[in-house]
Nanobody
Framework: QVQLVESGGGLVQAGGSLRLSCVAS????????MGWFRQAPGKERAFVAA????????YYADSVKGRFTIFRDNAKNTVYLQMNSLKPEDTAVYSC??????????????????WGQGTQVTVSS
């Protein structure tokens, strides 16, 4: 079992930055693909970014490329999402997720087994 706890959300003006953190407890975090997803009111959960466990390959949604960076520190069992140049359309609840041992595509939430409770990010115009 893996428990995930996010932090770092908040209210920021457009153009500002936030760094989200997700601390994992439990077994074998370092071997899991980790991802960040977001869900805005009235919308479906959407992929934001992911990082593999073996070679730290990263993946991003087109809407955040060049603005967001995902990185992980396996020694600290933590994955981060650095968000720069934030826009009002980035407003959402952000959740981190871990795929587990048999994950598939990094882009689909159904391929992730463990989820955090989410943290609210609000970007004002």
């Amino acid at each position: 079992q893996v428990q995930l706890v996010e932090s770092g959300g908040g209210l920021v003006q457009a153009g500002g930055s936030l760094r989200l953190s997700c601390v994992a407890s439990g077994r074998t975090f370092s071997r899991y693909v980790m991802g960040w997803f977001r869900q805005a009111p009235g919308k479906e959960r959407a992929f934001v970014a992911a990082v593999t466990w073996s070679d730290y390959t990263t993946y991003y949604a087109d809407s955040v490329k060049g603005r967001f960076t995902i990185f992980r520190d396996n020694a600290k069992n933590t994955v981060y999402l650095q968000m720069n140049s934030l826009k009002p359309e980035d407003t959402a609840v952000y959740s981190c997720a871990a795929q587990g041992e048999h994950g598939g595509s990094v882009y689909f939430p159904t391929e992730y087994r463990y989820w955090g409770q989410g943290t609210q990010v609000t970007v004002s115009s």
